[in-house]
């Protein structure tokens, strides 16, 4: 599956359909779901009460009808719940297929934890980690935005381009990026 061992300070990423055996491989205790309104409605028993973050959003760039595109309440949502996170136990990102939505909230979540670390380098972490990873443009700028880094991660993101069209597998990253 790709989750490797149990390294507390983790994120590993996956589909909504090996989100109950990540957690289960990964010990993960802390969650984020981003996902339109459909999917994962319950919080899988393994994750304490105020550890699951439910981010509602579907995968466009821009609003839609009928759907909800990520927005800067998102991103501030996800800051916050990673600025929380102790690190005592894994955390697991999920998305529909762990491609887009995922990756890019992953992305963020890195900048955020690595701040002196260049975009470009995160970038490449990611991309060496999932084949599959296309992050989200929009997820990516508003992160962008929010942690004040001039367009750099949108440009790091662009850098990797779009990744293998194929069903993503689980992966892992640690959450320090060296």
């Not at 919080?43 to 981010?55: N, Q």
């Not at 909230?105 to 670390?117: D, E, I, K």
Request: with cysteine.
């Amino acid at each position: 599956m790709g989750v490797g061992g149990r390294g507390t300070d983790d994120i590993h990423v996956c589909s909504l359909n090996d989100v109950h055996d990540v957690i289960r491989l990964a010990g993960a205790r802390h969650l984020v779901t981003c996902l339109g309104d459909g999917g994962l409605k319950d919080t899988p028993e393994d994750i304490l009460s105020g550890r699951h973050l439910k981010l509602v959003m579907h995968d466009v760039e821009a609003e839609q009808a009928g759907y909800m595109a990520s927005s800067a309440a998102h991103v501030a949502d996800l800051l916050g719940f990673v600025a929380s996170w102790d690190r005592s136990a894994p955390m697991l990102i999920h998305c529909y297929a762990g491609i887009s939505r995922s990756t890019a909230a992953t992305f963020v979540t890195l900048c955020a934890l690595n701040p002196q670390t260049p975009e470009h380098y995160i970038a490449k972490y990611l991309r060496n980690a999932s084949p599959a990873a296309t992050p989200n443009r929009r997820i990516v700028a508003l992160g962008d935005a929010a942690l004040g880094r001039s367009g750099r991660m949108l440009d790091a993101a662009d850098q990797i381009g779009r990744g293998q069209m194929e069903l993503a597998r689980p992966f892992v990253m640690r959450a320090r990026v060296e």
